[in-house]
T-cell receptor, first 116, second 114 residues
Framework: NAGVTQTPKFQVLKTGQSMTLQCAQD?????MYWYRQDPGMGLRLIYY???????DKGEVPNGYNVSRLNKREFSLRLESAAPSQTSVYFC???????????????FGAGSRLTVL | AQKVTQAQTEISVVEKEDVTLDCVYE???????LFWYKQPPSGELVFLIR??????QNEISGRYSWNFQKSTSSFNFTITASQVVDSAVYFC???????????FGAGTRLTVKP
């Protein structure tokens, strides 16, 4: 099925461990995003990539790194996980802004990360 | 910088009541897009509506309606005759026309009781 696929769906880490959240889309979208969702904070943008080879910081980039491996894939890495990074992470993609009606985000199902 | 404020953290209504969810935004851009997304208890995020900044016409879709007022930087969402299935978290979002950065508000949790 076409859409955005995130892995893993659930992960428990210990403080200081590292991990990578994977995201892939098969809709040929140019832009991809990583958000985190915390109670009372809504969806906060971590990083986004407007096109293959480019990445930009969002509201809360500290503690994270991203890689736009190719047009399909956009990964989020936690180098040294902290309890404050316990959250639900959503990946999303979007077609080129200049195409009419295209700028609607398609979200993945989310990844729940717990850092102990 | 762009900012979206949803001042209502939680709203609880009884079925068949009308309810309005508020959204206020800040942007320096003259052209931008506003959105509403729904997150039901199952957790996925569902697109509801997109509005261009140069189109202030209100929109109605079934029981849903949206009121966009540029003068007050608001994009409010009204559900008429609410139903239990409307229970969800609703997010308002803002994106500049020439920028892929999309920002969300904190969300409003709507509970519709039978």
């Amino acid at each position: 099925n076409a859409g955005v696929t995130q892995t893993p769906k659930f992960q428990v880490l210990k403080t200081g461990q590292s991990m990578t959240l994977q995201c892939a889309q098969d809709m040929n979208h140019n832009s991809m995003y990583w958000y985190r969702q915390d109670p009372g904070m809504g969806l906060r943008l971590i990083y986004y990539s407007a096109s293959e080879g480019t990445t930009d910081k969002g509201e809360v980039p500290n503690g994270y790194n991203v890689s736009r491996l190719n047009k399909r894939e956009f990964s989020l890495r936690l180098e040294s996980a902290a309890p404050s990074q316990t959250s639900v992470y959503f990946c999303a993609s979007l077609r080129d802004m200049r195409q009419s009606g295209a700028n609607v985000l398609t979200f993945g199902a989310g990844s729940r990360l717990t850092v102990l | 910088a762009q900012k979206v404020t949803q001042a209502q953290t939680e709203i609880s209504v009884v079925e068949k009541e009308d309810v309005t969810l508020d959204c206020v935004y800040e942007t320096r851009d003259t052209t931008y897009y506003l959105f509403w997304y729904k997150q039901p208890p199952s957790g996925e995020l569902v697109f509801l509506i997109r509005r261009n900044s140069f189109d202030e016409q209100n929109e109605i879709s079934g029981r849903y309606s949206w009121n966009f007022q540029k003068s007050t930087s608001s994009f409010n969402f009204t559900i008429t005759a609410s139903q239990v299935v409307d229970s969800a978290v609703y997010f308002c979002a803002l994106q500049a026309y020439n920028n892929n950065d999309m920002r969300f508000g904190a969300g409003t949790r709507l509970t519709v009781k039978p």
